[in-house]
């Protein structure tokens, strides 16, 4: 069983700072990415950064600038460092990892409970 555990959400005044961490555990399993992806109420899951094995990320146009998603791979842990914050950035944000499933060829992705940040003044 692999399990996401989030960390670090929590109530920030706008233009404020808050990093969210994300640790991946429990039997072997080769994560390829991980990412953060946010639900605001009565909107769609979607993706706000990624990264992958090579170091490659992947920004919602919305966060670009501000929030930065890195990476330590030896703990399987997955930070979003999130600057200047706004209060459209209030949100549910969960935790994503999707690796190869131990003796086979196929993807399994897994997700966090979610971690809510709310930015209000």
């Known amino acids: 069983q692999v399990q996401l555990v989030e960390s670090g959400g929590g109530l920030v005044q706008p233009g404020g700072s808050l990093t969210l961490s994300c640790a991946a555990s429990?039997?072997?399993?080769?994560?390829?990415?991980m990412g953060w992806y946010r639900q605001a109420p009565g909107e769609q899951r979607e993706l706000v950064a990624r990264i992958i094995s090579g170091g490659s990320t992947n920004y919602a146009d919305s966060v670009k600038g501000r929030f930065t998603i890195s990476r330590d791979n030896a703990k399987n842990t997955v930070y979003l460092q999130m600057n200047s914050l706004k209060l459209e950035d209030t949100a549910v944000y969960y935790c994503?990892?999707?690796?190869?499933?131990?003796?086979?060829?196929?993807?399994?992705?897994?997700w966090g409970q979610g971690t809510l940040v709310t930015v209000s003044s």
């Open positions: 994503n990892a999707v690796g190869v499933v131990p003796g086979t060829s196929r993807y399994l992705t897994v």
């Open positions: 429990g039997s072997i399993f080769s994560i390829n990415a």
